[in-house]
């Protein structure tokens, strides 16, 4: 692959892993502790996480100096935003994946929370992919790839017991859709490229870039439909 203009990072920061360690440690905590106490609306309380992480993350990076961190959140809040529209598809049109009614606001028929919750999932292993680049952007888009793949679909194998998400009418291996995992695989690779790409662009073009990353996914998910669920 070309050599970006933004350097990749040549070796790992201890001082910003353990800084993102320790962010998401006492986020998981939060997120454990706000999702087994049954206080209020279920969609709300996914509300309130995924904003506390949209804004802890940014203040946490710029107070410890960490502008990648920032960086890359800058990118995965519009890409997620924009994953509402493969969600919905999947809803709304194939009928394949159930979002139950858990309270709060709702896009077509898809939680508000999902509007943030890809941020929550992409983030930390993206930000990983890239310490684990060593200066090779080849090297980063397959750790972004095994990494992204492996987040996502241990999140299909255990947030449908929240509930939060469920798949209907599809083949499955335990409670996982067979269809979504090479799309789920593909995007871990085509967000860490598009992320890489856009590093020093105008937001136009970091926007875009994000849209037509939540559009190759949703192509991906119809043509993986198609081939596992068509014949």
């Known amino acids: 692959m070309a050599a970006l203009s933004s350097p990749l990072p040549s070796r790992a920061d201890g001082r910003a892993v353990r800084d993102a360690l320790a962010v998401h440690g006492a986020f998981g905590a939060i997120a454990v502790a706000t999702l087994a106490v049954p206080v209020g609306d279920l969609g709300w309380r996914l509300l309130a996480l995924v904003v506390l992480y949209a804004v802890a993350l940014p203040v946490a990076g710029h107070w410890r100096g960490h502008a990648d961190w920032v960086r890359l959140w800058a990118f995965l809040v519009p890409l997620s935003v924009f994953q509402v529209v493969p969600d919905a598809f999947l809803t709304a049109v194939l009928g394949v994946l159930d979002f139950p009614d858990t309270g709060g606001p709702r896009v077509w028929e898809v939680p508000l929370a999902m509007a943030g919750m890809w941020t929550v999932a992409l983030w930390p292993p993206l930000y990983a992919a890239d ?11 397959v750790w972004a790839t095994v990494l992204v793949g492996m987040v996502l679909v241990v999140s299909e194998a255990t947030l449908w017991a929240v509930p939060i998400w469920q798949a209907s009418g599809v083949a499955m291996a335990g409670s996982i859709a067979l269809y979504v995992v090479l799309p789920e695989v593909l995007l871990g690779a085509v967000a860490y490229v598009a992320y890489r790409s856009t590093i020093g662009k105008g937001l136009t073009t970091r926007v875009a870039a ?6 190759v996914y949703l192509g991906a998910l119809a043509a993986a439909f198609l081939l596992v669920e068509g014949g």
């Open 131 to 141: 310490r684990l680049a060593r200066g090779s952007l080849t090297r980063g888009t």
């Open 210 to 215: 994000a849209a037509l990353v939540a559009l």
